[in-house]
């Protein structure tokens, strides 16, 4: 089967990229100033004493044996460390990672829906009404910062309407999916904005160019609806550039949803990983950034094969 | 409206499609331009009606204008059309939706776009199928999606429906959208340009294809078309339109045998045609496909050529590509576009190289002019072996070989004035000294190729397709070179274009003492302009010969086929009623 060849072909140059990533972040981290275990200690402890502190979380090594020693806690003691909160990184990061996965999910979903009607709706007026209204919208909003807009957004529906909550994950006595939902509305709605416009403005610019596609006209000729083509032929055609537009923007919707988090107050782990640079946490802050980077391939992955799938000339 | 050169309509009253007062413009307000001016014509029923006219007559957003297709800007003014009676569509009011597809169908130019390419031929069809006969059920859609697969000459039917159209040949689409356009018997079927954009043998297929699909469905052909050759062998009755009006109209033997306007004349006079440089020189008159002027300047003698000896050879040239591999998702395999080929071109000659789209001509040139390397064999220019000379030795040599494209518009910078675009090459090939004597220079070419000075400043936009191609010739000239490849440089122009510029070819050769390599996939232009003509299939030269020689006894089928593909204007004798494909 060649198609499952090509698949494990692709997850196998994952490797080399996650590699590479890892070995910035990691020397990034270091040849930062500043010294965590100094910080942390100097007050209370005599230099032997931090020597020594330093020495159990192998941080007088050379640094390539560090990096190896690093990259074996990856698979074998969750990530390491933290120097901080003395915690395997990843039992630290899990739940809220999870968390920033479900506020990234809700905004995907929002910036797909949205991102598309707003452009069938502006792409099938061209240059009517509609048309001018949506393009009005999409220009003032992609000018729009994410905290302002959030801000607005929790003083209009939540202080002034009152209508959904203005922070958190769920209200202090729990309450469900329902409960979920609400909470996700407002920084979900956020995150997406940016990516949101992005995508209509694709969708807008796709349908126009195959509405004067020789195809289309060979279909309007033999009396097939209007209605038809659009949904059809022209659907069928932008798909695939669509599908590439929400897989690029995913990644800009993931580091979108950290400096969200902060404003909504969504414990997520953006919160950790402002922490974490600020406390010179390097495991935590290599272990966030693999985990996101990981993210950010399998995304891409996913992306690019569902739109080679969706090329007739490319499948077979 | 009607303007005072509109000839009669022959009035019928049996006619299945009329055509009055048509008249069509773009735009609004002062700047408006009128494209259709009062056009009139009836289409008869089972006859073939050509539209015949070079592009910007308005031939085509006339026939859009009947199944209501106009592009954006464009706004019927006043007119109407009727089929069988019935209004299709008036300045007033449009029920065209009613007709399309059912009762009028239409085919396109371009074969490769006319299809959605997301969705497999036997979706598209079924499509059709289901939209004007809602009845039928999926299986039943099937069968006659097959059977119209059959009528139009495709024998693996099977392969067809279930293939996408990226997967098919060019010829094969167009049989794929003639089935579709066809397949619901509609009365009249458009045909706008329907083998400008294939090969010379599939066109006749084509042409003989459409007209059997008419004699089966009984229906009407209007065919629009710029080409004579394609007139003569499909039409019935005729008309020329030139800027926006009828000129003329008239049954096809009597109007290509006595044409009575002046335009038609001269189009019909501008499409070269097998023997006729033979014939001109029988007559004493010089080899041109322009009209005789009284006035006009003898060509130059020939100018000797400078040296003895071939210009170009090639030895067992052959190159291969390889398709696929990493990172493409496909398998590496190798594809041989030239194949073992060797020949001479001597120099003053014209060498033309035919053969059908993806025979290896265009590779061919590549080669020769140093764009490609040989994967082996070697070629000699004019005593250097270009195929194993270093970068900058091949640098050096570069200005001795230049090409003219097809695509004038393409080959062009759209951002800047064509005179920089002609003297820029001439400053960074050292054979201009200052801008000022490159600018002189480019001024000298354009009066070469017969373009004012005062061109020298405009952006290729406000160039026609001719003047265009006349650029880039005078862009190639500039360098002086001695041998220019000139790959299919008219065939993206219209007929009496395409003869100036040959004419023009003609000229320059013979002043400058130039030498050709044309490549053309028009076996009738590549005889008249060429003294010697290469066949090429599949990268293999089949033979190489005189272009006296063509109607020799021994020449190759291949070569035979591409003869038979041109289609002579016939003026007197009836034309063979073509039948099948």
């Given at each position: 089967m060649?198609?499952v060849k090509?698949?494990?072909?692709?997850?196998?140059?994952?490797?080399?990229?996650?590699?590479?990533?890892?070995?910035l972040?990691?020397?990034?981290?270091?040849?930062?100033?500043?010294?965590?275990?100094?910080?942390q200690?100097?007050r209370?402890h005599?230099p032997?004493?931090?020597?020594?502190i330093?020495?159990?979380?192998?941080?007088?090594?050379?640094?390539?044996e560090?990096y190896?020693?690093?990259v074996?806690?990856?698979?074998t003691?969750g990530?390491?460390?933290?120097?901080?909160?003395?915690q395997?990184v990843f039992?630290?990061?899990g739940?809220?990672?999870v968390n920033?996965?479900i506020?990234?999910?809700?905004?995907?979903?929002i910036?797909?829906?949205?991102g598309?009607?707003?452009?069938?709706?502006?792409?099938?007026?061209?240059?009517?009404?509609?048309?001018?209204?949506?393009?009005l919208?999409?220009?003032a909003?992609?000018?729009?910062?994410?905290?302002?807009?959030g801000?607005?957004?929790?003083?209009?529906?939540?202080?002034?309407?009152?209508?959904?909550?203005?922070g958190?994950?769920?209200s202090?006595?729990?309450?469900?999916?329902?409960?979920?939902?609400?909470?996700?509305?407002?920084p979900?709605?956020?995150?997406?904005?940016i990516?949101?416009?992005?995508?209509?403005?694709?969708t807008?610019?796709?349908i126009?160019?195959?509405?004067?596609?020789d195809?289309v006209?060979?279909?309007t000729s033999?009396?097939?609806?209007?209605?038809?083509i659009?949904?059809?032929?022209?659907g069928?055609?932008?798909?695939?550039?669509v599908?590439?537009?929400i897989?690029?923007?995913i990644?800009?919707l993931i580091?979108?949803?950290?400096?969200?988090?902060s404003?909504?107050?969504?414990?997520?782990i953006?919160?950790?990983?402002?922490?974490?640079?600020?406390?010179?946490?390097?495991?935590?802050?290599?272990?966030?950034?693999v985990l996101v980077?990981?993210?950010?391939?399998?995304?891409?992955?996913v992306?690019?094969?569902?739109?080679?799938?969706?090329?007739?000339?490319?499948?077979? | 409206?009607?303007?005072?050169?509109?000839?009669a309509?022959?009035?019928?009253g049996d006619a299945?499609l009329?055509?009055r007062?048509?008249s069509?413009?773009?735009?609004?307000?002062?700047?408006?331009?009128?494209?259709?001016?009062?056009?009139?014509f009836?289409?008869r029923?089972?006859?073939?009606?050509?539209?015949?006219?070079?592009?910007?007559a308005?031939?085509?957003?006339?026939?859009?204008?009947?199944?209501?297709?106009?592009?954006?800007?464009?706004?019927?003014?006043?007119g109407?059309i009727?089929?069988?009676?019935?209004?299709?569509?008036s300045?007033?009011?449009?029920s065209?939706?009613?007709f399309?597809?059912?009762?009028i169908?239409?085919?396109?130019?371009?074969p490769?776009?006319?299809?959605?390419?997301?969705?497999?031929?036997?979706?598209?069809l079924?499509?059709i199928?289901?939209?004007?006969?809602?009845?039928t059920?999926k299986?039943?859609?099937?069968?006659?999606?097959?059977t119209?697969?059959?009528?139009?000459?495709i024998?693996?039917?099977?392969?067809?429906?279930?293939?996408?159209?990226?997967e098919?040949?060019g010829?094969?689409?167009?049989?794929?959208?003639?089935?579709?356009?066809?397949?619901?018997?509609?009365?009249?079927?458009?045909?706008?340009e329907?083998?400008?954009?294939?090969?010379a043998?599939?066109?006749?297929?084509?042409?003989?294809?459409?007209?059997?699909?008419?004699?089966?469905?009984?229906?009407?052909?209007?065919?629009?078309t710029?080409d004579?050759?394609?007139?003569?062998?499909?039409?019935?009755?005729?008309?020329?339109m030139?800027?926006?009006r009828?000129?003329?109209?008239?049954?096809?033997?009597r109007l290509?045998t006595?044409?009575a306007?002046?335009y038609?004349?001269?189009?019909?006079?501008?499409?070269p045609e097998?023997?006729?440089?033979?014939?001109?020189a029988?007559?004493?008159?010089p080899r041109?496909?322009?009209?005789?002027?009284?006035?006009?300047p003898?060509?130059?003698?020939?100018?000797?050529?400078?040296?003895?000896?071939?210009?170009?050879?090639?030895?067992?040239v052959?190159?291969e590509?390889?398709v696929?591999?990493?990172?493409?998702?496909?398998?590496?395999?190798?594809?041989?576009?030239?194949?073992?080929?060797s020949?001479?071109i001597?120099?003053?000659?014209?060498?033309?190289?035919?053969?059908?789209?993806g025979s290896?001509?265009?590779t061919?040139?590549r080669?020769?002019?140093?764009?490609?390397?040989?994967?082996?064999?070697?070629?000699v220019?004019?005593?250097?072996?270009?195929?194993?000379?270093?970068?900058?030795?091949?640098?050096?040599?570069?200005p001795?070989f230049?090409?003219?494209?097809?695509?004038?518009?393409?080959?062009?910078?759209?951002r800047?004035?064509?005179?920089?675009?002609?003297?820029?090459?001439?400053?960074?090939?050292?054979?201009?000294?200052?801008?000022?004597?490159?600018?002189?220079?480019?001024?000298e070419?354009?009066?070469?190729?017969s373009?004012?000075?005062?061109?020298l400043?405009?952006?290729?936009h406000?160039?026609?397709?001719?003047?265009?191609?006349?650029?880039?010739?005078?862009?190639a000239l500039a360098?002086?070179?001695?041998?220019?490849?000139?790959?299919?440089?008219t065939?993206?122009?219209?007929v009496?274009?395409?003869?100036s510029?040959?004419?023009?070819?003609?000229d320059?050769?013979?002043?400058?003492?130039?030498t050709?390599?044309?490549?053309?996939?028009?076996?009738?232009?590549?005889?008249f302009?060429?003294?010697?003509?290469g066949?090429?299939k599949?990268g293999?030269?089949?033979?190489t010969?005189?272009?006296a020689?063509?109607?020799a006894?021994?020449r190759?089928?291949?070569?035979?086929?591409?003869?038979?593909?041109?289609?002579?204007?016939?003026r007197?004798?009836?034309?063979?009623?073509p039948?099948?494909?």
């Amino acid at each position: 089967m060649g198609t499952v060849k090509h698949i494990l072909w692709r997850l196998l140059n994952i490797v080399p990229v996650l590699f590479v990533v890892s070995a910035l972040t990691f020397l990034v981290g270091r040849l930062t100033p500043g010294d965590p275990i100094e910080a942390q200690f100097a007050r209370d402890h005599t230099p032997e004493q931090i020597e020594a502190i330093r020495a159990s979380y192998g941080l007088n090594l050379p640094l390539w044996e560090q990096y190896v020693k690093w990259v074996r806690d990856l698979f074998t003691a969750g990530g390491g460390m933290s120097i901080v909160q003395n915690q395997p990184v990843f039992d630290i990061l899990g739940p809220n990672f999870v968390n920033t996965l479900i506020l990234t999910a809700a905004g995907v979903v929002i910036c797909a829906v949205f991102g598309v009607l707003i452009g069938v709706i502006a792409g099938t007026a061209h240059h009517r009404l509609p048309d001018r209204l949506a393009m009005l919208l999409v220009q003032a909003g992609s000018n729009l910062s994410v905290y302002w807009f959030g801000l607005i957004l929790i003083w209009i529906f939540s202080l002034q309407l009152g209508w959904l909550p203005v922070g958190g994950m769920e209200s202090r006595n729990g309450g469900g999916l329902g409960d979920l939902l609400a909470h996700l509305v407002l920084p979900g709605v956020s995150a997406a904005l940016i990516s949101m416009l992005v995508l209509a403005r694709f969708t807008r610019l796709g349908i126009i160019q195959e509405s004067h596609s020789d195809y289309v006209r060979t279909f309007t000729s033999q009396g097939v609806p209007r209605r038809r083509i659009l949904g059809k032929h022209i659907g069928r055609n932008i798909l695939p550039a669509v599908v590439n537009i929400i897989g690029l923007e995913i990644g800009t919707l993931i580091t979108g949803v950290i400096f969200v988090e902060s404003v909504f107050n969504w414990p997520g782990i953006g919160t950790q990983l402002v922490n974490a640079v600020n406390g010179k946490d390097y495991t935590l802050i290599q272990g966030g950034v693999v985990l996101v980077a990981l993210c950010y391939l399998l995304v891409n992955l996913v992306t690019d094969l569902a739109v080679d799938a969706l090329n007739p000339r490319l499948r077979r | 409206m009607t303007p005072m050169t509109a000839p009669a309509i022959p009035e019928g009253g049996d006619a299945l499609l009329s055509v009055r007062d048509l008249s069509i413009r773009f735009g609004r307000g002062p700047g408006a331009g009128r494209v259709v001016d009062g056009v009139g014509f009836d289409v008869r029923p089972g006859e073939t009606f050509a539209l015949v006219g070079e592009s910007g007559a308005g031939k085509s957003i006339t026939a859009s204008a009947i199944l209501g297709l106009l592009p954006g800007g464009a706004e019927l003014t006043s007119g109407s059309i009727t089929l069988n009676g019935q209004e299709v569509i008036s300045a007033t009011r449009s029920s065209v939706t009613r007709f399309r597809g059912s009762r009028i169908g239409m085919i396109f130019q371009n074969p490769l776009a006319s299809l959605d390419p997301s969705f497999t031929i036997g979706n598209q069809l079924r499509e059709i199928i289901g939209l004007h006969r809602p009845a039928t059920r999926k299986r039943h859609q099937h069968e006659i999606a097959e059977t119209w697969l059959r009528n139009v000459g495709i024998r693996d039917t099977a392969r067809v429906l279930a293939a996408y159209p990226h997967e098919l040949s060019g010829g094969m689409r167009q049989r794929v959208m003639i089935a579709l356009a066809s397949l619901s018997g509609p009365a009249l079927l458009i045909a706008d340009e329907p083998t400008t954009a294939l090969d010379a043998v599939v066109q006749k297929q084509i042409l003989g294809l459409l007209r059997r699909v008419i004699g089966e469905t009984g229906g009407s052909l209007l065919l629009i078309t710029h080409d004579f050759g394609v007139v003569s062998y499909a039409a019935d009755r005729v008309a020329v339109m030139k800027d926006g009006r009828i000129v003329e109209q008239d049954r096809r033997e009597r109007l290509l045998t006595a044409p009575a306007h002046e335009y038609t004349r001269s189009l019909i006079g501008a499409v070269p045609e097998i023997g006729a440089r033979f014939r001109l020189a029988e007559r004493g008159l010089p080899r041109r496909l322009g009209p005789i002027r009284e006035n006009r300047p003898a060509p130059p003698a020939p100018a000797p050529p400078a040296a003895a000896g071939p210009l170009v050879t090639l030895r067992n040239v052959r190159k291969e590509f390889v398709v696929g591999g990493l990172g493409t998702g496909q398998r590496k395999r190798r594809f041989t576009a030239v194949d073992d080929v060797s020949l001479r071109i001597e120099r003053g000659e014209v060498f033309g190289l035919i053969g059908e789209s993806g025979s290896g001509k265009s590779t061919l040139a590549r080669l020769i002019g140093g764009l490609h390397k040989p994967t082996s064999g070697e070629i000699v220019f004019d005593g250097s072996t270009v195929s194993d000379l270093p970068r900058a030795a091949l640098r050096r040599l570069r200005p001795r070989f230049q090409f003219v494209f097809q695509d004038a518009t393409g080959s062009l910078n759209p951002r800047i004035p064509v005179g920089e675009q002609i003297s820029r090459p001439l400053l960074r090939f050292g054979k201009a000294a200052t801008r000022a004597a490159s600018r002189a220079r480019a001024a000298e070419v354009l009066d070469l190729v017969s373009l004012p000075a005062s061109y020298l400043e405009r952006y290729p936009h406000e160039l026609s397709g001719g003047q265009r191609q006349r650029i880039g010739i005078a862009r190639a000239l500039a360098l002086e070179p001695d041998l220019l490849i000139l790959d299919e440089p008219t065939s993206a122009l219209d007929v009496s274009t395409q003869a100036s510029i040959l004419d023009l070819l003609l000229d320059l050769k013979d002043e400058l003492g130039l030498t050709y390599l044309f490549i053309g996939h028009n076996l009738a232009i590549v005889e008249f302009l060429c003294d010697r003509i290469g066949v090429l299939k599949q990268g293999v030269l089949l033979e190489t010969f005189h272009a006296a020689e063509l109607f020799a006894g021994e020449r190759h089928p291949v070569t035979r086929e591409l003869l038979d593909a041109v289609l002579p204007i016939h003026r007197d004798a009836p034309r063979e009623v073509p039948v099948g494909d």
